[in-house]
């Protein structure tokens, strides 16, 4: 498996293919901008894209979908219902920080973590950890996590958004992310990587070791 982390769009948002080295399919982990350079990157490994994975409907991480979606239109645009007020309201959340309103991104499906998901023989495993959104999903694909903005290196999600909440992040972190294998590697929405050891030791807020 090859991971490719870009940071794209108008906060530089990390949007991750994931590549199936067998099988040629490939996932994307949000959509944060800047479509043609996706494509570059797909063109490059001879990827054929399955599914675009979104964590959450903010602004920042749904960016390109609507591009892409015309570059790769048998690509299924998935993310949970939660968040489907977000993706609604695109053009006032970019309001709010001050950028350009975009189209509402299309949405082909919402999922939960009941949903059978799969890259290659690999099965990506979804969790629900609201807290940034109402509709935060990881996505745990062998021994890499995908956790969008809930969790980052040695910190967590803003929980002051739109349907931000502290103590559900903190049930989210400490139950579903920290009860995890130590060595898997969380690939963050924004920055560097960090590991689930790291992250229940050190995180500011959660971690053995934190400074709140």
Same mark, same amino acid.
């Not at 799969?118 to 996590?145: R, V």
């Not at 999600?157 to 972190?173: A, N, P, Q, T, V």
């Not at 060595?183 to 971690?207: C, L, Q, R, S, W």
């Given at each position: 498996?090859?991971?490719?982390? $870009?940071?794209?769009?108008?906060? /530089?948002?990390?949007?991750?293919?994931?590549?199936? /080295?067998?099988?040629? @399919?490939?996932?994307?982990?949000?959509?944060?901008?800047?479509?043609?350079?996706?494509?570059?990157? &797909? @063109? #490059?490994?001879?990827?054929?894209?399955?599914?675009?994975?979104?964590?959450?409907? %903010?602004?920042?991480?749904?960016?390109?979908?609507? !591009?892409?979606?015309?570059?790769?239109?048998?690509?299924?645009? =998935?993310?949970?219902?939660? @968040?489907?007020? $977000?993706?609604?309201?695109?053009?006032?959340?970019? #309001?709010? =920080?001050?950028?350009?309103?975009?189209?509402?991104?299309?949405? !082909?499906?919402?999922?939960?973590?009941?949903?059978?998901?799969? &890259?290659?023989?690999?099965?990506?495993?979804?969790?629900?950890?609201?807290? %940034?959104?109402?509709?935060?999903?990881?996505? $745990?694909?062998?021994?890499?996590?995908?956790?969008? !903005?809930?969790?980052?290196?040695? /910190?967590?999600? +803003?929980?002051?958004?739109?349907?931000?909440?502290?103590? /559900?992040?903190?049930?989210?972190? +400490?139950?579903?992310?920290?009860?995890?294998?130590?060595?898997?590697?969380?690939?963050?929405? %924004?920055?560097? !990587?960090?590991?689930?050891? %790291?992250?229940?030791?050190?995180?500011?807020? =959660?971690?053995?070791?934190?400074?709140?």
């Amino acid at each position: 498996m090859i991971i490719k982390k $870009l940071p794209l769009g108008p906060i /530089e948002a990390n949007t991750y293919i994931v590549f199936d /080295e067998v099988s040629k @399919d490939a996932v994307l982990i949000e959509t944060s901008g800047d479509a043609e350079v996706i494509k570059k990157e &797909l @063109d #490059a490994l001879g990827a054929n894209l399955k599914y675009v994975l979104l964590t959450h409907g %903010h602004f920042d991480h749904v960016f390109g979908v609507n !591009d892409l979606r015309k570059l790769y239109p048998h690509a299924k645009v =998935f993310i949970h219902k939660e @968040d489907e007020v $977000l993706t609604q309201n695109i053009a006032l959340q970019c #309001a709010h =920080f001050g950028i350009a309103g975009i189209e509402k991104p299309k949405i !082909d499906e919402y999922i939960d973590e009941n949903t059978n998901l799969s &890259l290659g023989d690999e099965k990506i495993k979804i969790l629900h950890t609201p807290g %940034h959104s109402k509709g935060s999903l990881c996505y $745990l694909i062998e021994k890499d996590l995908f956790s969008g !903005d809930t969790v980052f290196y040695e /910190e967590i999600g +803003r929980c002051d958004l739109f349907g931000g909440s502290f103590s /559900e992040i903190e049930k989210s972190i +400490r139950n579903k992310i920290f009860t995890l294998d130590k060595d898997i590697v969380i690939h963050p929405g %924004h920055g560097a !990587d960090t590991t689930v050891e %790291h992250e229940v030791k050190y995180n500011a807020y =959660f971690g053995e070791n934190s400074r709140y």
